[in-house]
């Protein structure tokens, strides 16, 4: 016994002096993704002016200086204890509803049953979602003023969820800093004929599956794998991301013990299937910020920071929209990642209100826009080696 303890001991401190190493370590572009506090706004070129005839956007953009000062300076207070009563609301909602399926489990008939678990999949899947959203706050360091607590919240969210956290954290940081580039985008972007690989995918992503998907193996053609903690993407961080990796073989050896004990039919019931639903969650929400009508994505030479993160939308998730912490209110959260999810609702009304000619807003129910969003992508995503701007029809 004793020595189980020191063995135990030791590892918590390992864990613990990797994490202030990772303090050490970090990569002050962490620091501002975007570059929000200097960026000015960038005039086009009259050489471009052809190219961008068929933006919906003014030809003249503020800059995010000019954008920041006219939002409430309280939206972008980050709140440890505001960040931590989510947190912690979002982990009893899943104890809560986990309670309730064993209820519903032990005391239905199969017949009733096999009825109502799809609700109770669903609803435990939203659950799931909100606290991806938490660790999302975390790896955009709007958590809280405190990077070691960011990264251990969001490394405890995330595992919960089966994704690495900091390896995840570095490459959705490279999306927001390229975000709509044709050619540096991380994700869903157009891809040019010269590197297309010819690759079918699954209708709709294969919903789900399509996250699990990208997180081996990445998105082609510049995929970047958020297992292999040596890709060069993650060279100065390889510490911080062998600890969510570590903390992800922890987590699934006790979700296999787990299966074993309660066997295949109930895990699937209890976690499974809510992390199929929060993974469906997270490819329609990731896919949908960044895809409709009138939304250009640019070439290197034409993007700027204004100009790339005004091409994302914001969309209403009915009576989940709160639950999920408002994730789909995304121009906002895009000029300002660091904007607290608590904050982004009233900041979104402001910008709305200042800068009406940059707002994109989209009501239409999710799921048909999505799917109809994914048809046009499927036959437009390959695009002419020499396109400057790339809009679907």
């Known amino acids: 016994m004793a020595r189980w303890k020191s063995g135990v001991s030791g590892w918590v401190q390992m864990l613990l002096n990797t994490f202030l190493f990772t303090l050490v370590t970090e990569d002050a572009t962490q620091e501002s993704v975007t570059s929000e506090d200097t960026t000015a706004a960038t005039l086009v070129e009259d050489t471009n002016v052809d190219s961008l005839s068929k933006v919906k956007l003014p030809r003249k953009l503020p800059s995010i200086i000019e954008i920041k000062k006219r939002l409430p300076s309280h939206c972008f207070d980050r709140q440890t204890s505001t ?27 199969p017949a009733v049953l096999v009825v109502v678990a799809p609700v109770f999949v669903f609803v435990q899947g939203t659950f799931f979602t909100s606290l991806f959203v938490i660790g999302h706050d ?24 089966m994704t690495p956290f900091y390896t995840w954290k570095l490459t959705h940081s490279h999306h927001h800093k390229n975000t709509g580039n044709i050619d540096r985008d991380e994700v869903f972007y157009p891809v040019r004929r010269k590197y297309d690989t010819g690759g079918k995918v699954l209708p709709g992503f294969g919903l789900g599956i399509g996250w699990f998907g990208y997180l081996i193996t990445g998105y ?3 995929n970047v794998p958020h297992f292999d903690p040596f890709q060069p993407m993650y060279r100065k961080h390889v510490v911080a991301c062998l600890v969510s990796l570590v903390s992800m073989a ?30 469906t969650y997270t490819v329609v929400i990731t896919f949908l910020h ?24 914001d969309r209403d998730y009915g009576i989940v929209h709160y639950v999920i912490h408002s994730i ?66």
Not at 85 to 103: L, P, S, T
Not at 250 to 279: E, N, Q, S
């Open 250 to 279: 922890i987590w699934g050896t006790c979700l296999y013990r787990y299966a074993v004990t309660v066997g295949c039919a109930k895990f699937c019931y209890h976690y499974f299937g809510p992390l199929f639903v929060f993974a």
């Open 83 to 109: 960040s931590m009563y989510y947190m912690i609301r979002d982990f009893v909602q899943v104890i809560a509803a986990y309670y309730v399926g064993e209820f519903l489990w032990n005391n239905l008939s």
């Open 328 to 393: 789909g209110t995304h121009q906002v959260h895009h000029l300002f990642p660091k904007m607290p999810h608590y904050h982004l609702e009233e900041a979104t009304q402001v910008f709305r209100k200042e800068f009406p000619e940059l707002v994109h807003l989209n009501k239409s129910p999710i799921f048909p826009a999505y799917f109809n969003m994914f048809a046009r992508w499927a036959k437009q995503c390959i695009i002419a080696d020499d396109t400057d701007v790339h809009i679907y029809k």
């Open 138 to 161: 975390c790896g955009h360091r709007s958590f809280s003023n405190y990077r070691l607590l960011d990264d251990m919240v969001g490394n405890v969210t995330h595992t919960f969820l």
């Open 290 to 313: 960044h895809h409709d009508d009138d939304i250009p994505w640019y070439s290197d030479h034409l993007w700027d920071n204004v100009r790339g993160q005004l091409s994302s939308i």
């Open 220 to 222: 082609k053609p510049r």
